[in-house]
């Protein structure tokens, strides 16, 4: 972005690891199941830099199987029945996610959400957080044909704010997030403190902004 670049008319984010800590409650459930399983718990930090994998990840983490293992589908709905039980107990905004999002606000600029986690857990997450009633719109992949990085839910998400992508921003912790900005048309930020496996990459995903702390990206977005 440049100084000559046009007002921002409104910022999308990324779900897990950009606008909100869900790992949490990733750490919970995958160690709970690995309990089930008499396998001892997994350290937090070992977990939480592949949760914005998902659920795949999570398994892989957790049980070293993939899709294709016979044990694979059984482990894979039980962590997801597990979430989905407690889908909000540990989960938060991020430290100083919520006055930015207020300085959104009070600016008049709209903020959604687009993500590639299943309207099943993001609508009841971010109905107990109470962002429901405050973000102008949530787009999940059960609303399009093609998940990120498909430009197809950021454009979606676009035109339900009433805004062009040209103008608007996509900020997110996964390089997926900023390929599916570039093809929507979008500036893009990059977040380092999200989820990451190799924080020195985000350097190459082409991001035309990297914010390594909430506090860095408020003050972009000021």
């Given at each position: 972005?440049?100084?000559?670049?046009?007002?921002?008319?409104?910022?999308?984010?990324?779900?897990?690891?950009?606008?909100?800590?869900?790992?949490?409650?990733?750490?919970?459930?995958?160690?709970?199941?690995?309990?089930?399983?008499?396998?001892?718990?997994?350290?937090?930090?070992?977990?939480?830099?592949?949760?914005?994998?998902?659920?795949?990840?999570?398994?892989?983490?957790?049980?070293?199987?993939?899709?294709?293992?016979?044990?694979?589908?059984?482990?894979?709905?039980?962590?997801?029945?597990?979430?989905?039980?407690?889908?909000?107990?540990?989960?938060?905004?991020?430290?100083?996610?919520?006055?930015l999002l207020q300085a959104?606000?009070?600016?008049?600029?709209?903020?959604?959400?687009?993500?590639?986690?299943?309207?099943?857990?993001?609508?009841?997450?971010?109905?107990?957080?109470?962002?429901?009633?405050?973000?102008?719109?949530?787009?999940?992949?059960?609303?399009?044909?093609?998940?990120?990085?498909?430009?197809?839910?950021?454009?979606?998400?676009?035109?339900?704010?009433?805004?062009?992508?040209?103008?608007?921003?996509?900020?997110?912790?996964?390089?997926?997030?900023?390929?599916?900005?570039?093809?929507?048309?979008?500036?893009?930020?990059?977040?380092?403190?999200?989820?990451?496996?190799?924080?020195?990459?985000?350097?190459?995903?082409?991001?035309?902004?990297?914010?390594?702390?909430?506090?860095?990206?408020?003050?972009?977005?000021?």
């Open positions: 972005m440049t100084p000559d670049s046009p007002p921002i008319s409104a910022v999308l984010f990324d779900l897990d690891g950009t606008l909100i800590d869900t790992a949490p409650d990733f750490i919970r459930c995958l160690n709970q199941l690995r309990l089930q399983h008499g396998l001892a718990p997994l350290p937090a930090e070992q977990i939480r830099r592949s949760v914005s994998n998902g659920a795949r990840a999570m398994i892989r983490v957790g049980f070293g199987l993939e899709p294709e293992h016979p044990d694979y589908l059984e482990k894979h709905t039980a962590f997801l029945d597990l979430y989905e039980a407690g889908v909000a107990e540990e989960t938060r905004l991020f430290e100083g996610m919520e006055e959104l606000e009070h600016r008049g600029i709209p903020w959604g959400i687009v993500t590639n986690k299943p309207a099943r857990f993001a609508v009841p997450l971010i109905e107990a957080l109470g962002l429901s009633s405050r973000c102008a719109t949530l787009v999940c992949p059960d609303h399009v044909t093609h998940r990120k990085p498909h430009p197809e839910s950021l454009i979606l998400a676009c035109r339900q704010i009433g805004t062009e992508p040209g103008t608007g921003l996509y900020v997110g912790d996964h390089e997926r997030d900023i390929e599916a900005g570039r093809n929507a048309g979008m500036r893009t930020v990059a977040v380092r403190y999200g989820y990451i496996e190799e924080p020195e990459r985000v350097d190459l995903w082409q991001a035309d902004l990297i914010a390594d702390t909430v506090r860095d990206l408020a003050k972009l977005l000021q």
